[in-house]
């Protein structure tokens, strides 16, 4: 026996072998995704066996699609109940722009999948009735910035209890930015089980107590560090 394993080899690494189903993938050949990121290899297929993952990588990796892709082909097995308003997949990032970017880009990696899913985000500077409107009847992904998220936690437009899967997109920048008692906060509205997916490219002390906080043996993926 040889201990060479051929078939794992990245070069041989197609979005199809990670697990996703035709649909995505036909999408990611529309979009002239040809090969995953180091990140979409370790990060997809550990999201999809619903691990907990703490990712470490540099801006312009490919975390978007590591983290929505298994996302998207979660939410098509039906895991939200659509009579109230709830969420199954919650995006927690720093910035209203980033808030935009994001759900922009799961919409589109989700396109031959909708209409059946919902997709939506929430950010300050926009009006709160137009969100909770958009909100009515559930969200299977939810884009948001931590304190809009809680007004709209606060006013019922949102219910937190039944999330299957949180995101922290750039942890760093979000505890930089000062959002620290948001996420205790929202931490509190969730369910004791569920999925978490922490991404920073930094891993400063304070990044690094989040994480000891909301993770139990994550699975640790390292791709490469910001310089
Ligand atoms: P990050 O969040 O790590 O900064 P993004 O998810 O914003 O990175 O992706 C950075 C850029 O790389 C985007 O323009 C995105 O369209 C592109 N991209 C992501 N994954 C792939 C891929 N597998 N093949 C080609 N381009 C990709
Ligand atoms: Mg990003």
Same mark, same amino acid.
């Given at each position: 026996m040889t201990q060479s394993c051929p078939s794992s080899t990245p070069s041989t690494v197609t979005f199809s072998s990670l697990g996703l189903i035709p649909e995505l993938v036909q999408r990611l050949t529309e979009l002239k995704y040809s090969i995953p990121t180091p990140i979409q290899v370790q990060a997809i297929p550990a999201v999809l066996s619903n691990s907990s993952i703490l990712g470490q990588a540099k801006t312009g990796s490919g975390k978007t699609a590591a983290f929505a892709l298994p996302l998207l082909q979660m939410s098509m097995k039906g895991?939200? &109940? *659509? &009579?109230? =308003? =709830?969420? *199954?997949s919650l995006i927690l990032v720093p910035t209203r722009e980033l808030a935009q970017q994001v759900a922009s880009s799961i919409q589109n990696y989700g396109r031959n999948l909708l209409p059946r899913l919902k997709i939506e985000a929430v950010y300050g500077g926009q009006s709160v009735n137009t969100q909770m409107l958009a909100l009515r009847g559930g969200v299977d992904i939810l884009v948001a910035t931590p304190g809009r998220l809680l007004d709209l936690v606060s006013s019922n437009?949102? &219910?937190?209890?039944?999330? &299957?899967s949180l995101v922290l997109d750039e942890a760093d920048r979000m505890l930089s930015l000062g959002f620290h008692d948001e996420l205790a906060k929202i931490k509190s509205l969730l369910p004791e089980q569920k999925q978490i997916l922490l991404f920073s490219a930094t891993f400063p002390e304070e990044v690094k107590l989040l994480a000891d906080h909301l993770l139990h043996k994550p699975i640790m993926i390292n791709v490469e560090k910001q310089e």
């Amino acid at each position: 026996m040889t201990q060479s394993c051929p078939s794992s080899t990245p070069s041989t690494v197609t979005f199809s072998s990670l697990g996703l189903i035709p649909e995505l993938v036909q999408r990611l050949t529309e979009l002239k995704y040809s090969i995953p990121t180091p990140i979409q290899v370790q990060a997809i297929p550990a999201v999809l066996s619903n691990s907990s993952i703490l990712g470490q990588a540099k801006t312009g990796s490919g975390k978007t699609a590591a983290f929505a892709l298994p996302l998207l082909q979660m939410s098509m097995k039906g895991r939200r &109940k *659509s &009579k109230d =308003n =709830n969420v *199954s997949s919650l995006i927690l990032v720093p910035t209203r722009e980033l808030a935009q970017q994001v759900a922009s880009s799961i919409q589109n990696y989700g396109r031959n999948l909708l209409p059946r899913l919902k997709i939506e985000a929430v950010y300050g500077g926009q009006s709160v009735n137009t969100q909770m409107l958009a909100l009515r009847g559930g969200v299977d992904i939810l884009v948001a910035t931590p304190g809009r998220l809680l007004d709209l936690v606060s006013s019922n437009a949102i &219910k937190l209890d039944q999330v &299957k899967s949180l995101v922290l997109d750039e942890a760093d920048r979000m505890l930089s930015l000062g959002f620290h008692d948001e996420l205790a906060k929202i931490k509190s509205l969730l369910p004791e089980q569920k999925q978490i997916l922490l991404f920073s490219a930094t891993f400063p002390e304070e990044v690094k107590l989040l994480a000891d906080h909301l993770l139990h043996k994550p699975i640790m993926i390292n791709v490469e560090k910001q310089e």
